[in-house]
């Protein structure tokens, strides 16, 4: 496809379920990205791959937050048992490079509800 | 640790009106600045960034931002507001260091414009 796509758009989960987030990145980009949207706030950074190697998870807020990359191309978020202070848009974004002047495109994102 | 503080959760204009969005950042190396829009239900798009070349940046939609070093600002402006610039602006602060292009977020000023 032309941009980032992830899915699914909107996901509700019960407190205590697993979900996993899936982002499809611009082909070919090496960098992706996962930051964590909460309401009314801007994004926080959670974890980046740079092809499938995760060089930074300093974002993640707990153990129960996992993410991968196996073939340095699609990744996915997963969140064991699911709490509610996760409830949030989850953002995926990949760029070409590594570098400050490759821009980041951002996907429109995962919104997680959980009740 | 970088940061940025954007003042003013929510801006209004009137069309036709000068746009002026604050952002002032914190951080212990020269930083690379980035403005990104985002509008309902999407993701982020970058309008500009500043990479320690000139200090007036001009991006897309005729929105400019100038970096001011002795006021650690990098304001947003844009001369003429027009009502497709309704949305939520988000200024970003990222260090020339490794780790790829991972953006530090401001909490983001809503911009309403009205007839």
């Known amino acids: 496809g032309a941009g980032v796509s992830q899915s699914p758009r909107y996901k509700v989960a019960k407190r205590g379920q697993d979900v996993a987030l899936r982002c499809d990145p611009i082909s070919g980009h090496v960098s992706l990205f996962w930051y964590q949207q909460a309401l009314g706030q801007g994004p926080e950074f959670l974890t980046y791959f740079q092809n499938e190697a995760q060089l930074d998870k300093s974002g993640l807020p707990s153990d129960r937050f996992f993410a991968e990359r196996p073939e340095g191309s699609v990744s996915t978020l997963k969140i064991q048992r699911t709490q509610q202070e996760d409830s949030a848009v989850y953002l995926c974004?990949?760029?070409?490079?590594?570098?400050?002047?490759?821009?980041?495109?951002f996907g429109n994102g995962t919104r997680l509800t959980v009740t | 640790a970088q940061s940025v503080t954007q003042l003013g959760s929510h801006v209004s204009v009137s069309e036709g009106a000068l746009v002026l969005l604050r952002c002032n950042y914190s951080?212990?190396?020269?930083?690379?600045l980035f403005w990104y829009v985002q509008y309902p239900n999407q993701g982020l798009q970058l309008l500009l960034k500043y990479t320690s070349a000139a200090t007036l940046v001009k991006g897309i939609n005729g929105f400019e931002a100038e970096f001011k070093k002795s006021e650690t600002s990098f304001h947003l402006t844009k001369p003429s507001a027009h009502m497709s610039d309704a949305a939520e602006y988000f200024c970003a602060v990222s260090l020339p260091t490794g780790g790829g292009n991972k953006l530090t977020f401001g909490t983001g000023t809503q911009l309403k414009v009205e007839l």
């Open positions: 951080s212990s190396v020269p930083p690379y």
């Open positions: 974004a990949s760029s070409a490079g590594q570098g400050y002047n490759s821009p980041l495109h």
